[in-house]
């Protein structure tokens, strides 16, 4: 009977439920280059939506008319990340459903038009920005997809060994 208990925990550990049709994201704007990044960053609680998503573009111009941020063009990399429903977004959006080869976001193959308010500084509008990724869990990002999975794997594995040895006793 303990055995079961410690499973029950290691499996509480491991895999998370939310309670709520909510889920948490990054919000940020910024920019990147091979060796640096800045930006500003946040995490919010995104209600009423299944997804986070981050749209990049290389073009300086696109991010400085969208967004009041000191962009430099010493980067190559423009991104801006939110929640599902943000930035002119629809509320729950899979654009790889129906394409194979945009799931290789370095293909730049699923672009969404990006639109927000216009703002006292000038900036505001719409703006065509490619999908950098999108993601379906607490304040997930680009490579965390990976480790989500290796997560599961692991902890299916380890349920899967405490079984085995529960049977061998």
């Known amino acids: 009977m303990q055995y079961i208990y410690f ?15 909510s889920i948490k994201c990054f919000v940020a704007v910024g920019q990147r280059g091979k060796l640096y990044e800045n930006g500003i960053s946040w995490e919010r609680e995104c209600p009423d939506t ?3 998503i981050e749209v990049i573009t290389t073009d300086i111009k696109v991010v400085q008319k969208l967004f009041d941020y000191p962009f430099d063009s010493y980067y190559n990399e423009f991104y801006a990340r939110t929640c599902g429903g943000d930035l002119g977004t629809p509320l729950d959006y899979h ?14 193959l699923v672009q969404l038009n990006v639109t927000t308010p216009l703002v ?11 999908v950098k990724y999108i993601c379906r869990y607490d304040l997930c990002w680009e490579s965390s997809a990976s480790s989500a999975k290796a997560s599961y794997v ?5 349920i899967g060994a405490a079984t085995l040895a529960l049977v061998a006793l």
């Open 154 to 158: 692991f902890l299916v594995s380890v």
């Open 50 to 52: 299944k997804y986070c």
């Open 120 to 130: 006292i500084t000038g900036q505001g509008g719409t703006q065509m920005m490619t």
């Open 95 to 108: 654009p790889y459903r129906e394409c194979k080869a945009c799931r290789d976001p370095t293909l730049g």
């Open 7 to 21: 499973l029950a925990f290691i499996a509480a550990i491991f895999y998370h439920i939310p309670a709520t049709s």
